[in-house]
């Protein structure tokens, strides 16, 4: 579950700006990743729906092993939460970026 919002957080972002300025950077073209871009909200809504699915199994099996001394399953570990938090800040920055984008680019001096 973790791993499917991660990916799907990856490419709603990607979808946008990250994944081609990085492949720009490296001086691979991006111009393929366009086709994303009508898909953005779409996938930024279900890497959200995910994402909060994740918490939510993170939370539970987080709780059931604290209170249960002897668990049958491990508690999540650090790479669980970090993925977590990771998928969680690139969602919260591609849906934003409409509001985020031109303060940067005046910033940057861009626009």
Not at 94 to 103: D, K, M, T, V, Y
């Amino acid at each position: 579950m973790g791993t499917a919002a991660s990916l799907t957080a990856l490419f709603s972002a990607a979808a946008c700006c990250v994944l081609p300025l990085a492949l720009a950077g490296l001086g691979l073209g991006a111009g393929g990743l366009a086709v994303f871009v009508p898909y953005r909200w779409p996938m930024t809504i279900i890497a959200s729906v995910l994402i909060i699915a994740g918490w939510m199994l993170y939370l539970r099996k987080h709780r059931a092993c604290s209170a249960d001394a002897d668990c049958a399953v491990p508690a999540p570990g650090r790479a669980t939460l970090a993925m977590l938090v990771g998928a969680t800040v690139i969602v919260v920055i591609s849906a934003l970026w409409g509001f985020i984008e031109q303060p940067l680019m005046r910033v940057l001096g861009g626009a």
